[in-house]
């Protein structure tokens, strides 16, 4: 059972535009969010992350929105670039961090 | 920030033979090092979670025997590929967390694996 649902599969923005991607969870004992992001090749790198206790993290042009009654999270990309294209990978851990549960991930491509 | 590095970046090797690779924190010490298997265009598989000084936890469906794994020091990890056979093919990242701040996962650049 997957522990972590992430939606779209793939997603396409042009330049400037707002990526958006989802991400839910059933378990309710999660509560560390972060969401990587995954050039071709490369490992994973963090991107930023949440926890349950505040709604919204902002980061640059990255912020994470958090739905603790809804049980999900979403990750909003502004003013979109080119460089942005990359997979994106949610995931979600419980307070002691000894294992993420990732999302099946988003590839994104920004269209110039 | 923090920067794993893995060793090979890649490596082809023939079948029946064991491959190691190596992850290393460079600049802080990973209590808990992860090692994940990820197939072209899915997530990433946790493969074992590996502390430092003790054995290996090993995922339900993931052979101990053929993925060997050791944690020697705080800084080194190794995961040993034997008697690798062409379904072993993979990209292998490794993933280490900070002793001091625990939530964060530091990933390593991957490995790709070919068995001929």
């Known amino acids: 059972q997957q522990q972590v649902k992430q939606s779209p599969q793939s997603l396409i923005v042009q330049k400037g535009g707002i990526s958006i991607i989802n991400c839910a969870y059933e378990n309710t004992a999660f509560d560390y969010f972060p969401w990587y992001q995954q050039f071709p090749g490369k490992g994973p790198a963090l991107l930023i992350a949440i926890r349950p206790d505040v709604s919204e993290k902002k980061e640059g042009r990255f912020t994470i929105s958090f739905n603790k009654s809804a049980k999900q999270f979403s990750l909003h990309i502004m003013d979109s670039q080119p460089g942005d294209s990359a997979t994106y990978f949610c995931?979600?851990?419980?307070?002691?961090?000894?294992?993420?549960?990732f999302g099946s991930g988003t590839k994104l491509n920004v269209k110039p | 920030g923090a920067v794993v590095s893995q060793h090979p970046s890649w490596v082809i090797c023939k079948s029946g033979t064991s491959v190691k690779i190596e992850c290393r924190s460079l600049?802080?010490?990973?209590?808990?090092m992860f090692w994940y298997r990820q197939f072209p265009k899915q997530s990433l598989m946790l493969m074992a979670t590996s502390n430092e000084g003790s054995k290996a936890t090993y995922e339900q469906g993931v052979e101990k025997d053929k993925f060997l794994i050791n944690h020697a020091s705080l800084t080194l990890s190794t995961l040993t590929v034997t008697s690798a056979h062409p379904e072993d093919s993979s990209f292998y990242i490794c993933?280490?967390?900070?002793?001091?701040?625990?939530?964060?996962?530091?990933f390593g650049p991957g490995t790709r694996l070919l068995v001929l």
């Open positions: 600049d802080f010490q990973a209590t808990t």
């Open positions: 993933s280490a967390r900070d002793g001091s701040t625990q939530e964060t996962q530091y």
């Open positions: 995931a979600a851990s419980t307070y002691n961090f000894n294992k993420f549960y």
